[in-house]
């Protein structure tokens, strides 16, 4: 019975590309569901609690960490793609 011939440099499922998107976008939800870090009123900028403005500055914060996670899953599949390519040559 034949068998499929295995590929002779598959690419791993775990690249330093993933681990980095998945770290990217763990960092905004450890920080804001870690309360006890933020759960104070001092400092204040403009009058505004540390509460509130801690969880604002997140907001650009996360689409930063957002786009990062984008740009390395993009190029982590280009790269896929290019392996793949070259094995089917």
């Not at 770290?23 to 006890?36: F, M, N, R, T, Y």
């Not at 650009?60 to 094995?87: H, I, M, Q, W």
């Amino acid at each position: 019975m034949a068998s499929a011939p295995e590929p002779s440099a598959a690419v791993p499922v775990v690249t330093p590309e993933r681990v980095l998107a998945v770290i990217s976008l763990a960092v905004p939800v450890v920080a804001l569901l870690w309360v006890s870090s933020y759960a104070k009123l001092e400092p204040k900028i403009g009058g505004v609690p540390f509460f509130y403005w801690y969880q604002i500055m997140w907001i650009p914060l996360s689409a930063v960490f957002t786009c990062a996670a984008y740009l390395l899953l993009n190029r982590d599949e280009k790269n896929r793609k290019a392996a793949k390519a070259g094995d089917d040559q």
